[in-house]
């Protein structure tokens, strides 16, 4: 199985800060990438695809990048709305696996 | 616009067999571009990929849950469903359906739409 390392965990921040979030894989994926957002009691949302690709409709303040192990979510100016819990998931190979989250707080 | 909404028992007593539906509506299930999924989460914990199924039956699964599992769809109802034996406490979870867009040229190869998720306690 494909092993997810999202870091940090947890971070504190600012509405209007710059955010980035990092994810890592156990092994080479090119872009098969994928990040997703979730609110508390919801399902998850999704934001990027295939690393770098903006979903329909989400916001152009977030971007992705990154391709064989090492990704990022870059969130340019945090707004109100974004504070939730972020994760990545690779499409590589199955089993289908999922990062253990980046929760992004109210400084 | 496409919506999944799950169902089933939300209480389940070890050693039995949980049982889930979901249903497709805004859309059919018979559409070739995309794979219908399962997807779980223990409280406060991750997300677990659990399978993806094809209207046409391929199916994919999770080895660690595959012995476990059975799943099908059931097109005139446009509906899937996911059934899972011998549960244990590990099991409590919300569990989530969601429309994969993969197997074609050009797909996303993500999860593009869930369903609200309902969630499963496993108990006696």
């Known amino acids: 199985d494909i092993q997810m390392t999202q870091s940090p965990s947890s971070l504190s921040a600012s509405v209007g800060d710059r955010v980035t979030i990092t994810c890592r894989t156990s092994q080479a994926i090119g872009t098969a990438l994928n990040w997703y957002q979730q609110k508390p009691g919801k399902a998850p949302k999704l934001l990027i695809y295939?690393?770098?690709n903006l979903y329909s409709g989400v916001p152009s303040r977030f971007s992705g990048s990154g391709s064989g192990t090492d990704f990022t979510l870059t969130i340019s100016s945090l707004q109100p709305e974004d504070f939730a819990t972020y994760c990545c998931?690779?499409?590589?190979?199955?089993?289908?696996?999922f990062g253990g989250g980046t929760k992004v707080e109210i400084k | 616009q496409l919506q999944l909404q799950e169902s089933g028992p939300g209480l389940v007593k070890p050693s039995e067999t949980l049982s889930l539906t979901c249903t497709v509506s805004?859309?059919?299930?018979?559409?070739?571009?995309?794979?219908w999924a399962w997807v779980r989460q223990p409280p406060g914990r991750g997300l677990e990929w659990i399978t993806n199924?094809?209207?046409?039956?391929?199916?994919y699964y999770n080895p660690s849950l595959k012995s476990r599992i059975t799943v099908s769809v059931q097109r005139s109802e446009n509906q899937f469903s996911l059934k899972m034996n011998s549960v244990t406490a590990a099991d409590t979870a919300v569990y989530y359906c969601?429309?994969?867009?993969?197997?074609?040229?050009?797909?996303?190869?993500?999860?593009?739409?869930w369903g609200q998720g309902t969630m499963v306690t496993v108990s006696s």
């Open positions: 295939k690393a770098s």
């Open positions: 969601a429309r994969h867009h993969s197997g074609v040229r050009h797909a996303k190869d993500a999860f593009e739409i």
């Open positions: 998931q690779q499409s590589y190979s199955t089993p289908l696996t």
């Open positions: 805004g859309g059919s299930i018979s559409t070739t571009d995309y794979y």
């Open positions: 199924i094809h209207y046409s039956g391929r199916t």
